[in-house]
């Protein structure tokens, strides 16, 4: 059974940080290029970051550039997004996505709020 898990989502202050993790099981998963993608209220989803399925490239939008890492750890099966400096405007539920040639799938989402 093909899953990826969300976690790390929650409440945090505009300028804190946020770790969020994707957990992969049910495919494999270092065959497949990982995508954190994120929908606010109102709005399309989103690419926030993208990562190749052996973590040598990496990209951004442009509006997290500089302040959102992404990483990946095949033997662990998991990719992660470290946010920092964020701003109310990076509120949104959050997800991540395994793509390969054939196939995508996605998490069910985490809910990342930036408020004061």
């Known amino acids: 059974q093909v899953q990826l898990v969300e976690s790390g989502g929650g409440l945090v202050q505009p300028g804190g940080s946020l770790r969020l993790s994707c957990a992969a099981s049910?495919?494999?998963?270092?065959?497949?290029?990982m995508y954190w993608y994120r929908q606010a209220p109102g709005k399309e989803r989103e690419l926030v970051a993208s990562?190749?399925?052996?973590?040598?490239?990496?990209n951004y939008a442009d509006s997290v550039k500089g302040r959102f890492t992404i990483a990946r750890d095949n033997a662990k099966k998991m990719v992660s997004l470290q946010m920092h400096n964020l701003k109310p405007e990076d509120t949104a539920v959050y997800y991540c996505?395994?793509?390969?040639?054939?196939?995508?799938?996605w998490g069910q989402g985490t809910q990342v709020t930036v408020s004061s």
């Open positions: 996505k395994a793509l390969s040639s054939l196939t995508n799938y």
């Open positions: 049910g495919f494999t998963f270092s065959s497949y290029a």
């Open positions: 990562i190749t399925s052996t973590g040598r490239n990496t």
